[in-house]
């Protein structure tokens, strides 16, 4: 038996765990630089607020309807998706964690276990111990799951939060409600596709030759249909080490010099660095992106990059970063306002199994640099140390003009009682 726990409106839902006041009460989550809306709570999805709705044109709109408007804090979501992923795991051992608000359960020898009693004791821990409100589906696949989910979802006052498919009529009758475009990995493409085929709900798809599925669409469309049939092919996927590592940002404004470029850059091949590390993993090539604003019209849009190889693979800070300088001042324009950078790591290799260079190598000194640096910075929360070349106040640089406190991360910003 599969269980999807999603958690409702998380973004929002965490803002009014400590914020009480907000609950009832439209909330949408700007993203990175304040940009547009990338979450809504359920009051604000009855207003007819659009996702991706850009904030500065819907600024007489939010004060229209009273709806609190708030910049993405990863810190605070981020910690509480941990909190509430930590409790799933005390259920079962066998959690894949789909999403920062979503994880597949598996309950592998749960034969004689009452899975209804189990999702609600699910929603009421996670309820009391985190203040998350979730839905829970549970049925014998993972697709099934899913659809079980967005029932429980749906009809929240019949399921209370929690919906079982457990009999072949259950699972027929929820897939012939469960219209096709809905169904978990149909995206828009398919789903018209599969329209003109008289494929309108996911009984339908069901209904479909496995020949014609294979022939017509790929192996994935004949495992989901499985799935469906209630034959479990799609099982929990375990964490597997990148093939590629990117920091890309937008800055909160544009930079014509290439010192602050320099600084950003530097501060981006870092942090991928960081991941490498945290994977342990090294790269072979290193690539720098930089590009203007394509939203100005008055200007030209310019976007270039550069991939530098490196003689032999490194997770030092040091080389990559370095290396990352120099391929700003390569790509670097007098005059083109750059508003968007980008480091990528590529050609991965295990730090444990790789190709030693006769003639060139890291020097050695840094992996025990590496290891100090990464233990002060989990020690202290934070980038405590960086490079003499990045910003020590600031990391990202973004717009959060609407940030709230990150009231699980940082001590001094910790809710206060009165």
Known sequence: MYALVDCNNFYASCERVFNPNLRGKPIAILSNNDGC???????????????GAPAFKYEAFFKANNIQVFSSNYPLYGDMSSRVMRILEQFTPDVEVYSI???????????????????????????????IPTCVGMAPTKALSKVANKIARKFPERTK???????????????????????????????????????????????????????????????LKQDLLGKATLVLEKPSPKKAIATTRSFEN??????NLTERVSTFATSCAEKLRKQNSSCHMIIVQLSSS???TDISYENASKMITLSYPTDSSLIISKQAVVAVKQLFKVGVKYKRAGVIVT????????QLNLFSSENPKHKPLMQIIDTLNIKYKGHAIKLGNQDLKQTWKMKQERLSPKYTTNINEIIIVK
Not at 254 to 259: A, R, V
């Open 37 to 51: 809306v990338i979450a809504r709570s359920d009051e604000a999805k009855a207003l007819n607020l659009p996702m």
């Open 101 to 131: 608000d979503e994880a597949f359960l598996e309950f592998k020898g749960f034969k004689y276990f009452d899975f209804n009693a189990c999702g609600h004791e699910m929603r009421t821990r996670i309820l009391k111990w985190t203040g």
């Open 161 to 223: 939060g929690v919906y079982l498919i457990d009999s072949e009529a259950s699972r027929i009758k929820a897939l012939k409600w469960l219209k096709i475009e809905d169904v978990w990995g149909v995206g828009r493409h398919l789903s018209r596709r599969l329209k003109l085929k008289n494929c309108h709900t996911a009984y339908d798809f069901t209904l479909l030759p496995d020949d014609y599925i294979r022939k017509q669409f790929s192996i994935v469309e004949w495992r």
């Open 254 to 259: 544009t930079f014509s010099d290439i010192d």
């Open 294 to 296: 394509r939203h100005k």
């Open 347 to 354: 050609g991965l290799v295990p730090n444990d199994a790789f």
